[in-house]
């Protein structure tokens, strides 16, 4: 974006459409596990993710744009994790909290799907067992940086 | 048969609302993703109009195998995976683990790290209940509270990374004691942090006790008697709450709590509004143990000392050929335990749980079978369903604390 004199702003559409994609990410109230309790603390006083526009918890996928996959994903939840990101709308952006969701963790078992982008597309991962709120707003910040220099695409295919 | 909604205030026929079903009941599916299940379950309910007729729970959507992995770990390592089972409340999880081993072993620990885990146990206690309320409160409708519980809860998780290293899931306790000593300083860190919470928990009563929405959706609602409760194996605040003082740390007294004064707070009527009096006092009795706790800590080691348990001190590891030994060894293979089969059982702050851990006299355990106390009370969700208001569920839901980590395993 850039300034002139007569205090207009000149820019892309694409830039300022990402602009605004960034500034409010609403995630969706997905919780799973042990990580889930942390993604609780971003929104509590000491964290406050809402400096960041992103504080908006949705509990529906229809209205959410961020998917922070807290916790191990089982193999009876992988439909269900499917299907919650089918519903979401595009643009779209997963973020893999913990070992578990990002490589199955400590759990290499027959009961946990090892690394959630085994089936869903991963723009972020955080380490942690579980992260500290810290950490996932380092991711939350990270994602917003990919999304306004075009590198995530949110789940948009591109030609 | 057809049922038409109309609207009373608007003269439209809305004749695309048709609900069509057998007789007047519909069965609605709700979970495994949904803002008021806590966690993954799946509620597949029939309803006639707004009340419920059947509440059938279905669970395994977060199933670990955290009982098979852990066969799979020597004795000490098992208790990583065990601390993940009710995230909630870990060192509960770990207290029980490692007291069962310990019973297999014949171990005792000295008396600075069994009042170390007894004041752990009771802050994990805490900070569960103040979760517990916070999430609550915000299924019913007040954001407020939710603030005020999480806010006190950081200063717990505080002292645990203090101690620990970790927020949470500390896997802080061994099998013969804890990891390592408090440091320096962490004693007045915690008694800072107790001096906020009698005025913090009278703060948030004060929101709720007499606040008519929140006596609105908890009183009489998700009644349970005592007898059904017994029945469904409900323990822990949810069977107090009806009125049955059962609690572990009275009934069968582990780690020391017979030697601590503190009282078993109980309820009348097994409703909602109980089970959130019950957990409310069950914050200010941990409170108490707290106190007690820091006041008679004595000093001395925290670990056992037996070179076949305990790892060697570091200063010897790198002078002395034979704790350098035992060390490679405790670190590689563990150590065996002799074969036998403990039953040991604990009061975490969902009830109790109990640990049937079976060795075959080698390094890992045989057999880790754990009693998930959540896991009972979920299924006696449908005796408190019974009848109730749709919208009542998610109380009843909010108020019975099942943690999934913990139900599936």
């Not at chain 1, 993604?39 to 000491?46: A, D």
């Not at chain 2, 729970?57 to 390592?77: D, S």
């Not at chain 2, 409340?89 to 009042?115: D, F, H, M, W």
Request: hydrophobic letters at 45%.
């Amino acid at each position: 974006m850039e300034m002139t004199n007569n205090q207009f702003f000149l820019t892309s559409v694409e830039k300022f459409v990402r602009w605004a994609q960034k500034s409010s990410i609403w995630p969706l109230t997905f919780g799973l596990a042990c990580c889930a309790i942390e993604m609780m603390n971003l929104v509590s006083p000491r964290y406050d993710m809402a400096q960041f526009g992103a504080e908006v918890f949705r509990s529906t996928p229809r209205q959410a744009d961020l998917m922070i996959v807290s916790g191990r994903l089982s193999n009876k939840m992988v439909p269900v994790i499917e299907q919650v990101y089918r519903q979401m709308p595009e643009p779209k952006w997963v973020i893999a909290m913990g070992a578990c969701a990002s490589s199955g963790g400590i759990f290499d078992n027959y009961a946990i799907v090892q690394g959630v982008d085994e089936v869903l597309p991963v723009d972020i991962y955080v380490p942690g067992c579980p992260p500290s709120p810290d950490a996932v707003l380092y991711a939350v910040l990270k994602l917003r940086e990919a999304i306004a220099s075009g590198q995530a695409h949110g789940g948009v295919m591109r030609a | 048969m057809r049922q038409v909604v109309r609207s009373g205030d608007y003269d439209l026929d809305l004749e695309e609302l048709v609900i069509e079903g057998e007789g007047d009941r519909m069965t609605l599916s709700v979970g495994p993703h949904h803002p008021s299940t806590h966690g993954v379950l799946r509620m597949v309910l029939e309803i006639e109009g707004e009340r419920i007729v059947k509440a059938t729970p279905e669970v395994g959507f977060l199933h670990t195998g955290i009982e098979k992995t852990a066969e799979n770990l020597t004795w000490q390592q098992a208790i990583t995976v065990i601390d993940r089972m009710d995230y909630l409340a870990p060192l509960s999880n770990n207290l029980g683990y490692v007291l069962a081993v310990e019973k297999l072993l014949g171990l005792e620990v000295p008396p600075r790290a069994r009042i170390l885990r007894l004041l752990f146990t009771e802050l994990q206690r805490m900070a569960s209940h103040l979760l517990w309320l916070g999430t609550t409160a915000l299924d019913i409708g007040s954001q407020s509270v939710l603030m005020y519980a999480f806010d006190l809860r950081e200063g717990i998780l505080d002292l645990f990374e203090e101690a620990s290293g970790a927020r949470m899931n500390p896997s802080y306790f061994r099998v013969g004691g804890i990891a390592q000593d408090i440091p320096e300083g962490f004693e007045d860190m915690c008694r800072r942090f107790l001096d906020r919470v009698p005025e913090r928990i009278r703060e948030i009563r004060n929101i709720l006790d007499e606040n008519p929405i929140w006596l609105d959706r908890l009183k009489g609602v998700g009644v349970i008697s005592a007898e059904d409760a017994i029945a469904w194996g409900v323990t822990g605040p949810n069977l107090r709450a009806c009125g049955v003082p059962y609690d572990v740390r009275k009934a069968f007294p582990y780690a020391g709590y017979d030697e601590f004064e503190f009282d078993v707070p109980v309820g009348e009527n097994g409703d909602c509004y109980d089970r959130y009096v019950v957990r409310m006092e069950e914050i200010m009795e941990s409170y108490r143990l707290c106190r007690q706790a820091l006041a008679r800590l004595p000093r001395g080691p925290v670990m056992v000392n037996d070179r076949k348990i305990a790892l060697p001190p570091k200063h010897e590891v790198r002078q002395s050929m034979e704790a350098l030994i035992h060390h490679f060894k405790l670190v590689s293979y563990g150590f065996d335990v002799p074969a036998g089969e403990v039953y040991q059982a604990l009061e975490s702050p969902r009830g109790e749980i109990g640990f049937y851990v079976v060795s075959n006299g080698k390094n890992k355990p045989w057999r880790v079978r754990v009693r998930g106390p959540a896991f009972y009370n979920v299924f006696a969700m449908p005796v408190m369903m019974q009848g109730a208001l749709l919208a009542d569920m998610v109380a009843i839901i909010a108020t019975v604390d099942p943690v999934f980590g913990e139900v599936d395993r």
